[in-house]
């Protein structure tokens, strides 16, 4: 068991359906609020108590665990209860930017509300098994206080640092990963599939290709973490003669039978790296046009 902290859950679609779940199965007493009452009464069947009025169910817990669709809208539901939360403990798990981040912990702060703010490395399903990630960020203090509590939500409690907005910066950070890759794996099968092959006999191909750029990711790090890009594993030409080929015989009858529109920025980030001088340098360098200087996410 995790302990016993009374816990309230506001929101419970998917994702907050399995983190009030996964707070009884561990044995917290658990308060549920929700705008369409009904979706309570899965969770209520598992032991919660469901207040229907806001004030109330704030009341319930000193640790609020909010899982809406975003910042705004946990605010305007917030709002009638927030001198409820005053001396309580607020964590928000739902997806945002780190400036929707940082507008939270300013608002909660303006209402004397120890904040975290959390993102949920997974699906639902996965939420309260070992190896499910869970970043937090925000007061280090008010996190050890509750890390057993929230610990309740995943095996990989991580508490990222003491701004609010670093959970988030990283949930981005690494959701910006997602739809590119698959995209790629997309791209493939519709080659693959278009000389008529099942998409199935790429899936371990593609499994084990995923898996090596993951063990490339740690040399790309040191380029870019060190500003030394001259010792290139992937160059940025040979990517550009590889992508530009592509792009440019994609449409033609001896082209690859695929749309490669969606490629057409990506060359154009190459070139302008070719063109400033990159072509020998490492891939990585691209980090550098990505990047706004003088600027923070
Ligand atoms: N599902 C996933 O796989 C997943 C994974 C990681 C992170 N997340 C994040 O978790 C958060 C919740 O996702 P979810 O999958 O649970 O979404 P969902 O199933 O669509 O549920 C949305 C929740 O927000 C509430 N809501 C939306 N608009 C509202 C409004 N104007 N006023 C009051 N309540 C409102 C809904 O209430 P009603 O029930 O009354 O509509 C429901 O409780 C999102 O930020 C999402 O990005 C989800």
């Given at each position: 068991?995790?302990?016993?902290?009374?816990?309230?859950?506001?929101?419970?679609?998917?994702?907050?359906?399995?983190?009030?779940?996964?707070?009884?199965?561990?044995?917290?007493?658990?308060?549920?609020?929700?705008?369409?009452?009904?979706?309570?009464?899965?969770?209520?069947?598992?032991?919660?108590?469901?207040?229907?009025?806001?004030?109330e169910?704030?009341?319930?817990?000193p640790?609020?665990?909010?899982?809406?669709?975003?910042?705004?809208?946990?605010?305007?539901?917030?709002?009638?209860?927030?001198?409820?939360?005053?001396?309580?403990?607020?964590?928000?798990?739902?997806?945002?930017?780190?400036?929707?981040?940082?507008?939270?912990?300013?608002?909660?702060?303006?209402?004397?509300?120890?904040?975290?703010?959390?993102?949920?490395?997974?699906?639902?399903?996965?939420?309260?098994?070992?190896?499910?990630?869970?970043?937090?960020?925000?007061?280090?203090?008010?996190?050890?206080?509750?890390?057993?509590?929230?610990?309740?939500?995943?095996?990989?409690?991580?508490?990222?640092?003491?701004?609010?907005?670093?959970?988030?910066?990283?949930?981005?950070?690494l959701?910006?990963?997602?739809l590119?890759?698959?995209?790629?794996?997309?791209?493939?099968?519709?080659?693959?599939?278009?000389?008529?092959?099942?998409?199935?006999?790429?899936?371990?191909y593609?499994?084990?290709?995923?898996?090596?750029?993951?063990?490339?990711?740690?040399?790309?790090?040191?380029?870019?973490?060190?500003?030394?890009?001259?010792?290139?594993?992937?160059?940025?030409?040979?990517?550009?003669?590889?992508l530009?080929?592509?792009?440019?015989?994609?449409?033609?009858?001896?082209?690859?039978?695929?749309?490669?529109?969606?490629?057409?920025?990506v060359r154009?980030?190459?070139?302008?790296?070719?063109?400033?001088?990159h072509?020998?340098?490492?891939?990585?360098?691209?980090?550098?046009?990505?990047?706004?200087?003088?600027r923070?996410?």
């Open positions: 068991m995790a302990g016993e902290t009374p816990v309230t859950v506001i929101g419970l679609g998917a994702m907050g359906t399995a983190l009030a779940e996964a707070f009884i199965d561990s044995g917290h007493p658990t308060t549920v609020w929700n705008r369409s009452h009904r979706k309570a009464e899965q969770v209520v069947a598992k032991g919660a108590e469901f207040r229907a009025d806001i004030q169910a704030v009341a319930a817990s640790l609020v665990v909010t899982c809406v669709t975003t910042y705004d809208i946990t605010r305007r539901i917030l709002a009638p209860a927030a001198d409820h939360l005053a001396g309580r403990v607020l964590v928000t798990l739902n997806s945002g930017t780190p400036s929707g981040a940082r507008e939270m912990a300013a608002w909660a702060a303006g209402h004397e509300t120890r904040f975290l703010d959390g993102a949920v490395m997974s699906v639902p399903s996965a939420v309260g098994t070992p190896d499910t990630l869970v970043f937090y960020s925000g007061d280090t203090a008010t996190f050890r206080t509750h890390e057993a509590a929230l610990g309740a939500l995943g095996g990989g409690t991580v508490h990222l640092a003491a701004e609010p907005d670093v959970a988030a910066l990283y949930d981005s950070a959701g910006g990963i997602l590119p890759a698959l995209l790629g794996f997309l791209q493939g099968a519709a080659m693959v599939t278009g000389r008529g092959l099942p998409a199935d006999t790429l899936v371990p593609a499994a084990a290709w995923l898996e090596k750029i993951g063990a490339i990711l740690p040399a790309l790090a040191e380029e870019i973490d060190t500003g030394d890009y001259t010792r290139p594993g992937s160059s940025v030409g040979i990517f550009h003669d590889g530009s080929s592509l792009v440019d015989d994609g449409d033609t009858e001896e082209g690859p039978g695929i749309d490669t529109t969606w490629l057409g920025p154009d980030l190459l070139r302008r790296a070719v063109a400033d001088g072509r020998d340098h490492s891939v990585s360098v691209l980090t550098e046009y990505l990047r706004r200087p003088g923070s996410v």
